[in-house]
């Protein structure tokens, strides 16, 4: 795994996984997690799933589009560097519905964190499960947090970062008798198993900037869900279309 990486670069990483400190409204948050992976996906369906879990989806990410979009430089930046210098496997409690659009897409679709530890059951909180095995071949690109931080606060968690965009080759396997033990939200063993081979990713650098008013859309919508109520049908198509319009930055 490279060690390379410049500060900024670092200071991306420990935000994401929610190693904050300070007061800031955007710095503190330490689920920012949630909104930055909610960007990569069409529709709303996983912003509402979240919300359904009782998770809080904080509008403060999205009101400074510059800031966010210079986080996401520096975590992709990261991910060129990084590489896998083994073959490693690791694991990942995925929401079901969140599989669902990775097994369409044949893709990571947002950053995709997996453990070398097992399916851990800090992400048992989900309501409706999937257990992913990934086999990462060497020279994958993704990031060992052990590794390239100098203190990660979650080390027990033995994370590996995969990229969004990278390719998947999943292959869908029975439930073990040991994997239905590992119960979701609800109690309930897990909908599906399945080993996934990760691919190639190219990893582009962003060359233009978006606009401030699809970010403003979104923030009505996590008010919206976060107070239980329905987003306005207008603020979902100006939301979804600016979330097009992200991913697009980095294809």
């Known amino acids: 795994m490279n060690h390379c990486l410049n500060n900024a670069e670092k200071s991306a990483l420990k935000y994401y996984t929610g190693d904050i400190s300070g007061n ?3 710095y503190s948050e330490p689920k920012a997690y949630l ?5 990569f996906y069409d529709g ?3 912003e509402k799933a979240r919300s359904a879990e009782g998770k809080f989806l904080n509008p403060v990410i999205l009101d400074d589009v510059d800031r966010l979009l210079d986080f996401y430089d520096n975590i992709f930046s990261a991910f060129r560097k ?3 210098e083994n073959d490693i496997i690791t694991y990942r409690v995925e929401r079901f519905s969140d599989y669902i659009f990775i097994k369409q897409s044949e893709k990571t679709v947002s950053f995709t964190s997996t453990s070398t530890a097992g399916f851990l059951k800090e992400y048992q909180d989900r309501k409706g499960i999937a257990l992913m095995k990934f086999l990462i071949p060497v020279g994958t690109a993704c990031i060992s947090m052990t590794e390239v931080l100098d203190v990660y606060k979650k080390s027990e968690e033995a994370e590996i970062l995969l990229p969004p965009f990278m ?6 396997v029975p439930v073990s008798d040991t994997e239905k033990s590992i119960t979701d939200a609800d109690g ?4 599906v198993s399945c080993i996934a081979k990760c691919g190639k ?3 582009s650098e962003r060359k233009k900037n978006i606009s401030h008013e699809g970010a403003k859309a979104g923030q ?4 919206a869900l976060n107070n239980g109520t329905n987003p306005s049908e207008q603020d979902i198509t100006l939301y979804c279309e600016w979330k097009n319009l992200f991913r697009e930055l980095y294809l």
Request: some cysteine.
């Open 24 to 26: 800031d409204p955007f």
């Open 35 to 39: 909104v930055l992976n909610s960007l």
């Open 44 to 46: 709303i369906s996983t």
């Open 82 to 84: 990084c590489h896998a």
């Open 167 to 172: 390719s998947l080759n999943i292959t869908e």
């Open 188 to 191: 309930k063993s897990p909908v």
């Open 201 to 203: 990713i190219h990893i």
């Open 220 to 223: 009505r919508i996590y008010t």
